[in-house]
T-cell receptor
């Protein structure tokens, strides 16, 4: 079974600054996907970024980037130029593809990020 | 269109009521999911449908009954719920994997979530 750990329950950052959210996972699988989801107070879960384990290059999406360390089983999210709208709960998630079946996401416990003006 | 819709947005029901939650997607996704989320906690998987067939049931009590009438629609029928079942119920969908297995260059299978139904059981 996979486990995902987010060691920072809460974090805060000043607007326009950079913040890094940590995530570690445990698995014996070699092929898997990792995701960061954002859940603002409106409660809609929004995909922020994804990383395929077979890709060595770290994923980036505008102000969001990851530091994927496969050997260390680490998958941190960096948010640059933080904006007030980034205030949300952030969930790290692991997924192993299952064939002819849906895919199960294993979520970390979440990090609540507050961006301060 | 990457939208998953859920109705109703809010639902209050008594323990003897029967109600249903509805989820719809028109992205051609072949896998659909129900999650339960308590406040300040991550979503917990309840059911997975793949190609309109139930593929995963995470030991959910029988008072929750899922149904997938077609590839775009997913229902969750509720009966004789308990107050502790009060939560946000999230629906999600994803493309679903190929039967051939993983290959470099295949699209990632992220799940798209709906806005949820806030359920209160009184």
């Amino acid at each position: 079974a996979q486990t995902v750990t987010q060691s920072q329950p809460e974090m805060s950052v000043q607007e326009a600054e950079t913040v890094t959210l940590s995530c570690t996972y445990d698995t014996s699988e070699s092929n898997y996907y990792l995701f960061w989801y954002k859940q603002p107070p409106s409660r809609q879960m929004i995909l922020v970024i994804r990383q395929e384990a077979y890709k060595q290059q770290n994923a980036t999406e505008n102000r969001f980037s990851v530091n994927f360390q496969k050997a260390a089983k680490s998958f941190s999210l960096k948010i640059s130029d933080s904006q007030l709208g980034d205030t949300a709960m952030y969930f790290c998630a692991f997924m192993k593809p299952r064939y002819n079946a849906g895919n199960m996401l294993t979520f970390g416990g979440g990090t609540r990020l507050m961006v301060k003006p | 269109d990457t939208e998953v819709t859920q109705t109703p947005k809010h639902l209050v029901m008594g323990m003897t009521n029967k109600k249903s939650l509805k989820c719809e997607q028109h992205m051609g996704h072949r896998a659909m999911y129900w999650y339960k989320q308590k406040a300040k906690k991550p979503p917990e998987l309840m059911f997975v449908y793949s190609y309109e067939k139930l593929s995963i049931n995470e030991s959910v009590p029988s008072r929750f009954s899922p149904e997938c009438p077609n590839s775009s629609l997913l229902n969750l029928h509720l009966h004789a719920l308990q107050p502790e079942d009060s939560a946000l119920y999230l629906c999600a969908s994803s493309q679903g994997p190929s039967a051939k297995g993983p290959e470099a260059g295949q699209p990632p299978y992220e799940q798209y979530f709906g806005p949820g139904t806030r359920l209160t059981v009184t």
